[in-house]
């Protein structure tokens, strides 16, 4: 996968591999998205959940090369939504606080899918074991300059 790789060619891989997403079903897609961020090499902590100005965009992201479990979730997210499947519009980040620390998702579809919450799985919300509202949402609305 592109996390493995020297950064100019990271970069390249990742785009070469985001256009054959493109040319897969939705659930394909969302499979095969949430299967190779699985693989991402993780550090503790990258990203804070409310310093959104402070978030890398997609190119940043991919040539650092440091994922914490949030900068995963962005990773999942800037990569659905580079894609030409109309319901990418719909991916979000959903935030959660809880007594066990911190929970980062891309929820897809009004949590009809829910990335990075299980390695190589896909949740639906209504199974999701938190109750609660997230903390914090981000939708194409509040990461929008971060794609330009």
């Known amino acids: 996968m592109f996390h493995n790789i020297n950064c100019k060619d990271r970069i390249l891989e990742w785009r070469l591999w985001r256009k054959t ?3 897969m079903s ?4 969302l499979t095969e998205v949430n299967n190779s961020w699985s693989l991402a090499p993780r550090v503790n902590h990258y990203l804070i ?3 959104v100005e402070d978030w890398p965009t997609p190119w940043e992201l991919i ?4 994922y914490c479990d949030l900068a995963v979730s962005l990773g999942i997210y800037y990569t659905l939504s580079l894609t030409d499947h109309i319901l990418a519009d719909t991916a979000q980040l959903e935030i959660y606080k809880t007594t066990n620390g911190w929970i980062n998702l891309c929820s897809v579809e009004q949590g009809l899918y829910m990335l990075n919450y299980s ?3 896909i949740v639906n919300k209504s199974i999701f ?3 609660e509202r997230p903390t914090f949402i981000y939708s194409k609305v509040e990461l929008a300059n971060k794609l330009h």
């Open 49 to 51: 959940p409310d310093m």
């Open 119 to 121: 390695p190589f799985s």
């Open 129 to 131: 074991p938190i109750k």
């Open 21 to 23: 997403l493109d040319t």
């Open 26 to 29: 939705w659930q394909d897609c």
């Open 63 to 66: 040539n650092d090369n440091i």
